[in-house]
């Protein structure tokens, strides 16, 4: 059938290309139709290939529906009204999308977002199964728009329209790039360093080394904006900043270790940055002589107030807080011009006896070269002025309250890091420039003739010649005020000083808290998801509001910055190269999902960055380096154990397959070797939960040394098992995780028990890791199954010897199926879930008829009577079910654990009959040194001649000598060939009697007939051929039931029966005669190839 779409609406040229319409299928050819369609040519691009198709459909409404439909057509809008999209008894509605009758949609954001997303309600789309199967009838869908209607969203119309108003309502504040990032980023970097001590650092360097100085800082500062900028641009940034971007790359465990200890130093820089303000405050009382107590509690009690202020500018709202950025930003940007328009200032006597000359060519001449003094050197003045050009982070550790973070962080931070470099560089050339090195601040000291004099200042007048003998007390090297000096107005310096510090610390007083916050919320350490919480409108954290400011105060008080200085800047530091190396990381894992817009980028660029920070850390100070990589390696040590429960697709989960795909495939070109055998096992479970025991048995001897896969079999209609299937895959590896079991879980649906083992034995594994031995559990109930299900068994048995695979059959003496006790403890887990809703519904209703009063006792009575006896039946069923496990499943609970367990002490007794490459007395060896059967000691038993019995021994123990495999005794067993004791036997062919066919008792046409009929029944003449083998099986069982009784295992050599030879029957009575009534067996044989070797 053809579909069309209807042209009245899609030759309107306002109609939207994509939109979904609602049309309506009619068989009846329609006049109105016809005339819609008319002569015109059809749009091709936007409607369905045939004109035929206009005959049969066209747009109906449903009653009193015309002016709904009509406002939906216009631009593809939502709609909210009652939809019927499939109604296959009346009228048939489908969702159309490119003019074709389909439920499939077009692209949109909305299928990508995450859920709870706060940019937008997240849509599902019709999924592959809806889309795939024949379209399902008698859907009706309620109100909601025609998205949600046809991506299966639960969401009402008027639901997300609320949700949509009360997001308008709520008024987020959200920053653009340059109220958010720029003018944070350059008043973090433009610091206290610009005023005071780059005069000073430009002296001891010059000019030349001074910019190398600050071009090494720059550098660091741009290849992590870099990075930072690549990082921001490949997917939607949330709050937490540095941490954020951290943990989102390269995992909780890195982002966990660096978030707390950059939100630690952001809270100590809080401190830093207020008693550098408070210092300044101190100098100017001193001067005054306006001292409040000394000049360390002056320096206390003004930074308390200080900090006291900025806690209550940052809890008043970032709104408040950007606007007293942008107000200090101005101070500062007034008090730089201030500075370079008194460069050009024609200078006085005063200034020119401390140092200052205006634009000088003999001054900067002589300023070039360094000079360095005290014990100084280039890395010593670099590690001074470093701290100076961090800050970059300021503004994307407010991430969250940016209205594009990923516009915003890279442009605002490059163009900040731009800006505040200028004008370092500036600052530094005007004033060696304008300023002698040494001055000594007396006007008399001017040049005599007659007299020698050194310096540039001799050539304009003045002779600061003493200052090379004796201390001066201006010019660079001298004074730390000499921005001030040179200024146009001295005081707007001091204002500078002032904001450069109040900033700063404000910049860090709102990150701290921020970054806190986003750690918290992630939960990645449990204790603190008291700090997540946040309130008001921009969900802002007061808690960590709160706790930054009494690790601020409790620095402030300590007063001993100096010696936290050098740390804090190794952990700022140590974030700048995570976040170098995150960008490293992501390129270098190669995932599809790293597709940064920001080009401009380098991973061995980053690499190169990364490294550079941790040069620089230690250049600054190697033993604050030391304790800042000993705290991060504690942290991530700490998180990487407690392993929380988080996905975030790092490139650290994108390496580790990576390095998987290429071992595998570096694994395929290495030879299998017999020294480097391992077993690699499927193991037929099931669901793992469902046989634990035979789980736990297997994975002993594979866990940390071969494959082990858990496989289940899904039979049935094709369509459910795939869907039960597919719903299940996750859970049940998760179970295997959650339990510590190394395995894997896979699954197939097929049309039989058999075709779907044969499946996974051809295709489980990847190239060398391939399965070589396939384990199952004994099937216990094979005289009452029906006969395909033993054929099935049987069946699987020959497929694994046809594929050469080895086969180890396990028994254990109450089988290994605990799905009647997991049913049990989930009615029960129900069971209490009622029961304590029941009791919280109690105690509310107690509360509300508390607050009646008096007239409400009567009924309150009532419902106690009433709960009384709901509870009193709650708890006889919880007894009786209760009792019902404690007796029923007892035995088989402790069973199905008994392979956890420790094993005391006792042996493992090895029946190593036959040779079969080794595979018999490999298992039990590396069972043997496992830790929970290290108290087993192996016995062997092997048949042998009664007058041959020492040789036979010395033969055996040294082959296994050979094999360095320890062992206990050696066994010789002569008397496997004699016949069973009566009783056995008989037991035996009561045992098979119900599946014989007693054919030489009947005539030939009736035997030919029951063949027929009944060709899995054990014949008189199969019998007869495989007596001696029957009698073997029956006397190894008295041989066992002898030797082995109290062994904690035994494993023997599993018969093996011929293809299409032996019966299916007659080979399970083999296997259920020869392990009855012993302890936990394993029949095993192997492929008959070498597993062991005793060559070098």
Not at 705 to 712: A, V
Not at 1032 to 1041: F, T, W
């Amino acid at each position: 059938m053809s579909m069309n779409n209807s042209p009245n609406v899609f030759l309107d040229p306002n109609a939207n290309r994509f939109q979904v319409n609602i049309i309506n299928e009619s068989h009846d050819n329609n006049e109105t139709s016809q005339e819609n369609v008319g002569s015109d040519p059809p749009h091709y691009e936007e409607t369905s290939f045939t004109d035929e198709a206009h005959n049969r459909l066209r747009i109906s409404y449903r009653p009193g529906k015309k002016e709904l439909y009509d406002n939906f057509l216009q631009n593809g809008e939502k709609m909210e009204a009652s939809l019927h999209p499939y109604d296959t008894h009346t009228k048939m509605y489908y969702l159309q999308t490119f003019g074709h009758n389909t439920v499939d949609p077009v692209p949109k954001i909305d299928y990508y977002r995450n859920t709870g997303s706060i940019s937008g309600n997240k849509l599902n789309r019709p999924s592959l199964l809806e889309i795939h199967e024949q379209l399902a009838k008698n859907i009706a869908v309620t109100t909601g728009s025609v998205e949600r209607v046809a991506n299966g969203e639960s969401t009402t119309g008027d639901e997300a329209a609320v949700s949509k108003e009360e997001e308008n309502k709520s008024g987020l504040v959200k920053f653009g790039w340059v109220k958010g990032v720029l003018v944070r980023c350059m008043l973090n970097i433009w610091g206290v360093m610009l005023f005071i001590r780059l005069s000073w650092i430009i002296g001891q360097a010059g000019i030349g080394l001074g910019i190398i100085v600050i071009g090494l800082s720059v550098v660091v500062t741009t290849l992590t904006g870099i990075s930072m900028s690549a990082i921001c641009t490949n997917g939607v940034v949330r709050g937490g900043g540095a941490y954020y971007l951290i943990s989102r790359s390269l995992g909780p465990e890195f982002g966990g270790s660096i978030g707390l200890i950059f939100a630690f130093a952001n809270a100590v820089a809080v401190a830093m940055y207020v008693v550098g303000f408070a210092e300044t405050v101190v100098e100017l009382l001193k001067e005054s002589d306006t001292l409040m107590v000394d000049e360390s509690n002056d320096i206390r009690i003004i930074g308390t107030i200080t900090v006291v202020c900025l806690l209550g500018i940052s809890v008043a709202g970032m709104e408040w807080e950007a606007k007293a950025q942008v107000i200090l930003l101005i101070v500062l940007l007034v008090a730089i011009a201030n500075f370079f328009i008194g460069t050009v200032i024609p200078t006085n006597n005063e200034k020119k006896a401390r140092g200052f000359f205006n634009y000088q060519a003999s001054i900067f001449a002589e300023n070039f070269g360094p000079d360095f003094r005290s014990g100084e050197g280039f890395f010593s003045v670099f590690a001074i002025f470093f701290p100076a050009a961090t800050g970059i982070l300021a503004g994307a550790n407010i991430s969250g309250d940016l209205k594009d973070p990923q516009i915003a962080i890279p442009k605002g931070t490059m163009l900040a890091i731009l800006i505040t470099t200028v004008a370092y560089i500036g600052v530094a050339i005007c004033a060696a420039s304008c300023v002698v090195r040494d001055a000594t601040g007396n006007i008399n000291d001017t040049v005599v003739p007659g007299m020698s004099c050194n310096g540039s200042a001799c050539s304009l007048g003045y002779d600061f010649s003493r200052c090379a003998s004796q201390p001066c007390d201006y010019g660079l090297m001298n004074n730390f005020q000499v921005m001030s000096m040179v200024s146009g107005f001295g005081p707007l310096i001091t204002a500078g000083i002032f904001s450069a510090t109040l900033s700063s610390a404000l910049a860090s007083l709102v990150s701290a808290p921020k970054v806190f916050q986003a750690l918290c919320k992630d939960n990645v350490y449990k204790g603190l998801e008291f700090f997540a919480k946040g309130y008001g409108k921009n969900n802002e954290p007061i808690r960590g509001y709160v706790l930054t400011f009494l690790i601020a105060m409790a620095f402030i008080l300590i007063a001993e910055l100096n010696t936290i200085a050098p740390i804090i800047s190794n952990f700022f530091l140590a974030s700048y190269a995570l976040i170098n190396f995150s960008c490293f990381h992501a390129s270098y894992a190669k995932s599809p999902g790293w597709r940064p817009a920001f080009r401009y980028y380098n991973m061995w660029v980053s690499l190169f960055g990364a490294l550079l920070c941790c040069g620089v850390m230690f250049v600054i100070n190697w033993w604050a380096a030391l304790i800042t990589y000993a705290i991060e390696l504690f942290l991530y040590i700490y998180v990487t154990y407690k392993k929380p429960e988080v996905n975030w697709g790092s490139s650290t989960q994108a390496l580790y397959y990576v390095n998987a795909l290429d071992s595998a495939l570096a694994l395929t070109t290495v030879e299998d070797h017999v020294k480097n055998f391992r077993p690699q096992c499927i193991v037929l479970t099931g669901a793992p939960m469902i046989r634990p025991a035979l789980l736990d048995i297997t994975h002993t001897f594979t866990k940390n040394n071969g494959l082990c896969i858990c496989c289940e079999v899904y039979t049935g209609p094709r369509k459910l098992c795939v869907k039960e299937m597919n719903s299940g895959m996750a859970k049940k590896q998760a179970w295997l995780t959650k339990n510590k079991r190394k395995a894997f879980y896979a699954a197939v649906a097929a049309d039989s028990f058999r075709d779907g083992v044969k499946s996974l034995l051809q295709a489980s594994g990847l190239g060398r890791m391939k399965p070589n031995t396939l384990v199952i559990g004994f099937k216990k109930d094979w005289r009452n199954a029906p006969a395909t299900q033993v054929e099935n068994y049987v069946g699987i048995i020959h497929d694994a010897f046809d594929f050469e695979l080895g086969m180890i059959i396990v028994r254990i003496s109450q089988g290994f199926d605990i799905s009647q006790v997991l049913q049990v403890q989930e009615e029960l887990e129900k069971l209490e879930q009622e029961r304590l809703a029941l009791e919280a519904t109690i105690k509310e209703n107690d509360f509300e008829e508390r607050k009646s009063g008096i007239c409400g006792f009567f009924r309150k009575a009532t419902t106690l009577n009433i709960s009384k006896h709901e509870l009193k039946k709650e708890s006889t069923i919880n007894t009786m079910q209760s009792m019902h496990v404690g007796e029923f499943n007892q035995k088989l609970l402790e069973a199905s654990t008994q392979f956890k367990k420790k094993q005391g002490k006792g042996t493992i007794d090895i029946w190593w009959l036959f040779d079969d490459g080794g595979l018999t007395i490999l298992i039990p060896y590396i069972l043997s040194i496992r830790k929970k059967w290290k108290n087993c000691k192996l016995r062997i038993f092997t048949g042998g001649k009664a007058n041959r019995i020492e040789e036979e021994k010395l033969v055996m123990a040294s082959l296994l000598s050979k094999f360095r495999i320890k062992f206990a005794d050696i066994n010789i067993i002569c008397d496997i060939n004699i016949k069973p004791n009566k009783e056995s036997w008989k037991f035996f062919e009561e045992m098979i009697e119900p599946y014989r066919l007693h054919e030489s008792c009947k005539d030939i046409t009736t035997a030919e007939k029951l063949k027929r009929e009944t060709p899995w029944k054990i014949t008189d003449a199969e019998l007869e051929a495989f007596k001696e083998k029957s009698y073997r099986q029956v006397r190894l069982n008295e041989l066992l039931q002898e030797h082995s009784r109290a062994a904690n295992l035994i494993v023997l050599s599993l018969p093996v029966a011929r293809k299409g030879v032996v019966s299916d029957y007659l080979y399970m009575a083999w296997l259920e005669i020869l392990s009855k009534n012993l302890p936990p067996t394993l029949m095993v044989r192997g492929n008959h190839k070498n597993v062991l070797t005793f060559y070098s």
